[in-house]
């Protein structure tokens, strides 16, 4: 959700105003046989190596602060065009090439370049050769400065929106309007931020560390859900690697040891930089869709490390709400041979659509590097990440510090950002705006001190309450509270019975996040909806008020929850929590039952003793795993960066007997683990393991339900071919399988290509089992079927139909011939996904 903020926030853009560098030149290139764009061409100012390569629609923007008078455009196949350029600003330029009409001993590679006596190959392969001996990999140990600015601009600025209403009372923010180097499009910041960090990094134990010294943020500094965007937008990455991983997309790098079977590579020039001789290698793809680069590279002719790349995704790639990625690297040589980054710069243009002329928004990072040291050791426990420090200090540096510690200045238009997004921030019509976005991406409405919601869940239906109706609140102080109240109230009109919830958090200590909670429940639920515990009091699936839902939904428990709780998380990511909870089931439902024996049935009592309800004290632990996981927030409550991050999860619970006058004692033991795996250009899959135990007699309420969905949208970790109470079991595990190619099949289809679907297909499986002493105290009506033959279905969906749409195909494997067998199934899901 914190997603669909930036992609609300494209609708706010539009202004005009330009500030020249001393030579800017834009337009389109084209064949002049047949006037279509020539896609990759060349451009360079004459006598220097400032450059770029054209767009597949044959458009380059081009700007430097130097005075060049000529261009020179180049594209295989095509005889070299010298552009005199007679003014500082040349937009909208018409270039045509023609092809030569005399050959030389020029070789000259049209369409895919060969993979023999192409020069720039031979320089690919030592790269290959030698990109584990460049850089930080020479040192066991090496440790630095780091600077980092990132910005947000709204961009593509007319002076037709300067006029637009919705900027009244804030026209003063149009003085702040600046031109992009790489698009020459207009921009206006509303965000930045500055970090500083002390960087170390051990390759023999393959560890590394990130000290924060100060950061200073101006815009939307207050919001969790931006900030998890920021940090999940500018993940790190190595050039060098195969896949470079964006928007949790994995891109091709263009020196990937397979970046010949979806590059083309030419070698266009050969200079020195500074003093050392290098190479300039042009690179684009060899097909469309593809998650590739177009751009070149400078490479040193002796240790074939990497001086200086320029590169930008290709405008046909298969990714959404993303129009542009460019991307500059330069590395600088320490001790005559070593090649160290010194500059990374990256630039994402954020709109709804890829169009030329299409408003959208600049999300800018620079980051630059200093001061490296190697091979000063330091111990193990040195790398060992701290799972909840903040210092206040960092943020609270003053002017002259920032003065003094930037690695460098700020330029005039930066300058005036903070003070401009400041006083933006004091202006009632723009805080209006701001809240509305934050609406859309959390889901609450706030208010001071306190959030509405969430407003998804106000709406709900199901056979026994009806319509359903539902408001709650929680405390919210700010993203890093120590406590937080929750609670809800929620009305039914056909059952006329008032429900709610209440919980409460504290965080006593910060250090290792030592938690107390407690809450109570009083509610209507589909039990079984979900197979693994958790002790979240308000936890409330959305199986049990789906507005539309296959067959019927009326098997339905009340249940009255209690629970406390504690939990410590005493390594980073690990996380063990202690709960003790109470609570009463009975059937919500006069058609579904929950009736269970104290006395079998026997000659002196053929009716046996029957029980409606189910009163039961349980106490477990939990474990939870998440490594790579990354975070936003020191408070009880924290976000998640969208980063895909495995997940192991154990759960032990032990059900007392005449405890609070409970009814069962019995052992559970609970395991979920997943993992997500990125197969490079192939896509990613998702693999997930649940399994679990109950030792001891319990009856229908306590058993473990096979979780089936009779919605027609998805709903996590179900099968979508089972409905409620189909399978039900003491002891299960279940193996579930999905990919999502991302488009790269589709891709390969001409009259499919521009939809940019995504083809996603899985496998869930499930065994199970149920003892003979369970199956008899069973008086609930409901015949117990366990999958012991293993259960499995299986699908094939379509993602990314206009953009937020997912729709999945599913079929039954087995157990068809079962009463009322869901052979198939049409399941939908909504969603912003890059």
Known sequence: MKKSIFICVNFLVAFASCVFAQTKVSGVVFDASNSLPIPYANVVFQGSKIGTVSNEDGRFYLETEQDFDALIVSSVGFSDKILSLDKAVSYNLKIFLKEPQALSEVMIFTGKTSKKDNP???????IWAHKRKNGLYLFNQYQMEKYEKVEFDMNTIDSASMKNKLFKGMEFIFNHVDTSSVTGKTYLPIFINESLYDVYGDNTLKKTKENLKASKTSGFEGNQQILAFVKDLYSDYNIYDNHL??????????LSTTGIDVYNYILRDSTFIGNKWCYNIVFYPRRKNELTFKGDFWVNDTTFAIKKINMAVTKSANINWVKDIYIEQEFDVENDSVFLLTR???????????KEESKGMYGKRTTLFRDHQFNVEKPSEFYKEKVNYIDNEVYNKSEEFWTENRFEKLNKDEQGIYKMLDTLQTVKKFNQLYSLFTILGSGYVAFPNIDFGPILSTIGYNEVEGFRLRVGGRTYFGRNDLWRLQAYTAYGFTDNKFKYGVSGKWMVDTKNR??????????????????????????????????????????????????????????????????????TLASASKTFSLDYYTALPNTLNPAGVVESNVKQSEASIEIEFTPKRKTIGYGVERSDVDSPYSRFFVNYSHGFKGVLDSDFMYDKIQLF????????????????????????TIPLGLLSIIPGNQSYFTIKNTFNNLSYYEFVSDEYATLKWEHNFGGRLFGRIPMMRKLNWREIIGVKSVYGHISENNRAINASG????????????????????????????????????MPDANKFALIGSFGFYF
Do not use: C, H
């Open 673 to 696: 683990y997943k993992q997500p795996i990125i197969i490079g250009p192939l896509g990613r899959s998702d693999i997930i393991l649940e399994t679990g135990k109950t030792f001891g």
């Open 782 to 817: 409901l015949v117990y079927k366990a999958p012991e033959d293993v259960y499995w279905e299986y699908s094939a969906g379509i993602g990314n139909i206009f953009k937020v749409f997912r729709l999945d195909f599913s079929w039954r494997g087995n157990y068809r011939d």
């Open 514 to 583: 030592i938690i107390l909670s407690a809450g109570n429940r009083r509610d209507v639920e589909q039990i079984g909806a979900s197979l693994t515990s958790t002790s979240d009091v308000l936890g409330r699936s959305v199986a049990s008020s789906s507005l539309f839902t296959v067959g019927g939904n009326g098997k339905l428990t009340n249940i009255n929850l209690s629970s406390v709780a504690a939990e410590i998380e005493p390594a980073k990511n690990l996380t063990v929590a202690l709960a003790f909870s109470y609570r």
């Open 245 to 254: 991983k964006f928007f949790d997309k994995s891109f091709t790098s263009p």
């Open 120 to 126: 720039a190959l031979e320089i690919l392969r030592k």
């Open 344 to 354: 990374d710069y990256m630039m994402s243009d954020f709109a709804l659509n890829k």
